[in-house]
Structures are given as C-alpha cells and as structure tokens.
C-alpha cells in the first residue's frame, strides 16, 4: 500500500495544510517542532541536529523532551553522522574558527532519551551526506560547511525510506537561513527533484499530490 510522507520544515507554512500534513501517513518534523501548530500537529518521526548547540539546547532541560511533538514521534532521527563531523573539526577550526563547538556530538544524549523512552533512534548513513554534496556540485554552490538537516533529510527520505508509490510531500522550507548552508544550490537541487517527480510541495493547490508515477 502507497504511503504520503510529509517532511515539515520550520519555515513559513501557508495556511490551510494542517489538516493534509496532519492526514499523511508519516510526518517528519525537525528539532524545536516549530512546525507544529500552522503545520498540524502529528509527529511521527523528530529529525535532530545532533551536533553543536542545537543539541545542547534539545538535551538540557526538559522543554524539548517533554514537547507534544516530541512525545508523540515513534522515532528520533539523528541527521549528522559522528565520524563525520569529528573529521571536519580540525579543517574548521583553519577555516572557521568561530565554529567550535559545531563538531562537538551528542549523539549519546539522543540515544539515550530514546531508549529510556522506548522510542527507535536511526543516525542518518554518511553516504546520503557525501551524495548530497556531489549532487549539488551541480547547482554551483558557493563556499559551504555542510548541507542543511532539511535537504539531508529530504535526500534520506527519497533514497532509503520511500518505497515505490510512497509519495513524499514537502512544507516549510523556505530555503533560506544560516549563511554556510548553500540554501540557493538546496533550492534548485529540490526542484530538479520535483521536475522529476519524485517530489512535491505542499501548498494551496496542491493539498493531495498525485502518486508518484501516475
């Protein structure tokens, strides 16, 4: 049977999709969850920022964790991948040097609030990383760190958790934000995408996309 995925971005959401983001089979939203609310409110996977402060801020105290979207989400996805990162913290501490605490990992922290919750965690495969960054190479990306959660996840989902006729829609990605993620090259990366019709985007016209393939 054919499943709608929606990934749900922090970004602006128009009005009028909390009720087909809500009515898809899976919805995976990012972080803080700031999607919830415009962009309905079923959570059925929490993709995380592993490393940096972002974590810190999820993992101390109990706002996160205690969250309606975070305790209803069946599954904590944790988006950098540690050897990963811990082999960009020399070159960035050359490049970047005000970026020091962006390598610093707590994917242990994750781990462990999802096994004391009874909740599956996944750690997003490095491949999907290094197939990104070749892929954009194409769009002609400035000088970046690394790719955004969003479009990592995006690519996670399109490789490895839909299957054939799944439909995976997407909202609330503005393509814009953080300077060193290149937000211009992630744009035209998911329209190929959606040119390809692999992919959608939620809005006004388009509420229940078509299958993919039909």
């Known amino acids: 049977m054919s499943r709608r ?39 059925d996977v929490v993709a995380v920022c592993n490393t940096g402060r972002p974590a810190l801020e999820m993992l101390a ?7 309606d979207a975070v305790r209803q989400a069946k599954e904590i996805w944790c988006v950098r991948t540690s050897e990963m990162f811990a082999a960009m913290r020399s070159p960035l501490a050359e490049s970047h040097p005000d970026l020091d605490d962006f390598c ?35 769009f002609d990306p400035p000088p ?9 996840v995006i690519a996670h989902v399109l490789d490895n958790v839909a299957k054939d006729g799944d439909r995976v829609s997407i909202a609330g990605f503005g393509h814009e934000g953080w300077q060193w993620h290149p937000f211009a090259a992630e744009r035209r990366w998911v329209d190929a995408r959606i ?7 939620l809005d006004h016209q388009n509420k229940t996309p078509a299958s993919r393939g039909s």
Not at 144 to 152: K, M, T
């Open 61 to 67: 105290g109990g706002r996160w964790k205690a969250s």
């Open 195 to 201: 040119a390809a019709g692999r992919l959608d985007r």
């Open 5 to 43: 995925i929606a990934i749900v971005g922090n970004g602006n959401i128009p009005e009028g999709l909390a009720g087909a983001i809500d009515s898809a089979d899976i919805v995976i939203r990012f972080n803080l969850c700031r999607s919830a609310g415009p962009g309905g409110t079923k959570t």
């Open 144 to 152: 970046y760190v690394v790719a955004s959660s969003g479009l990592i």
């Open 104 to 138: 610093d990992d707590y994917t242990i922290g994750f781990d462990t609030f999802a096994r004391v919750t009874g909740r599956r965690l996944d750690v997003v495969p490095a491949a999907v990383h290094r197939a990104v960054d070749a892929s954009l190479a194409a």
